[in-house]
């Protein structure tokens, strides 16, 4: 399999449950990232991880944990959300290093839908 | 990085050339233009990017103006498939993230 892949597509949740998204990716890249976009408004930068360790948290609510155990894995844990965290949340990956450009490789994103 | 202003929106007829423009007048030497696009609901997909030359790969064409001020993405048959969100992005080299703006909306039209 190749590329990066999001699961679940589509997650409904209430507000006190506990849930994860998951993002694998297959492109031997170094740094992946997580971005929310809602209905209407730019994709938000949420997250950023090189080699495994967060380099950029863009002032994030507690309630959404990222957690990366490799450089090929990406979660997002969720707890006790509010309506207004219903998004589209996108997982990116790529080169880490410096010089020349960053290709992205996006995700097809979660539909999280708040209830 | 560079601020870009892009249209809101734009129509193209199908088969015909899309031709998207982007404005960042406030440029620096070492920043390169990127675009991306969104087709509904599913994640940005990397199109083209340039430094100062013209750019073309099989999905596009990029020209950029010789001051570099403005750039505009060619899509020289357009069809239904290309309707999307296209997003214009100035980045340092070096620089990682990727930052989003609202983007223009192209529609393609029978």
């Known amino acids: 399999e190749t590329g990066v892949t999001q699961t679940p597509r589509h997650l409904v949740m209430g507000m006190t449950n506990k849930k994860s998204l998951k993002c694998e990716q297959h492109?031997?890249?170094?740094?992946m990232y997580w971005y929310k976009q809602s209905a209407k408004k730019p994709l938000e930068l949420m997250f950023v991880y090189n080699f495994k360790e967060q380099t950029e948290n863009n002032s994030v609510p507690s309630r959404f944990s990222p957690e990366c155990p490799n450089s090929s894995h990406l979660f997002l844990h969720l707890h006790t959300l509010q309506p207004e965290d219903s998004a589209l949340y996108l997982c990116a990956s790529s080169q880490a290093t410096s010089g020349g450009s960053y290709g992205y490789t996006f995700g097809s994103g979660t539909r999280l839908t708040v209830v | 990085d560079a601020k870009t202003t892009q249209p809101p929106s734009m129509d193209c007829a199908e088969g015909r050339a899309a031709n998207l423009p982007c404005n960042h007048s406030t440029i620096s030497g070492n920043e390169y233009v990127y675009w991306y696009r969104q087709i509904h609901s599913q994640g940005p997909q990397y199109i083209i990017h340039g430094l100062k030359n013209n750019e073309t790969n099989e999905m596009a064409s990029l020209i950029i103006t010789e001051d570099r001020k403005s750039s505009t993405l060619i899509l020289p048959h357009a069809t239904l498939r290309d309707t999307a969100v296209y997003y214009c992005?100035?980045?340092?080299?070096?620089?990682?993230?990727?930052?989003f703006g609202q983007g223009t909306r192209l529609t393609i039209n029978p």
């Open positions: 492109l031997g890249h170094n740094a």
């Open positions: 992005i100035v980045r340092g080299q070096g620089a990682q993230k990727l930052v």
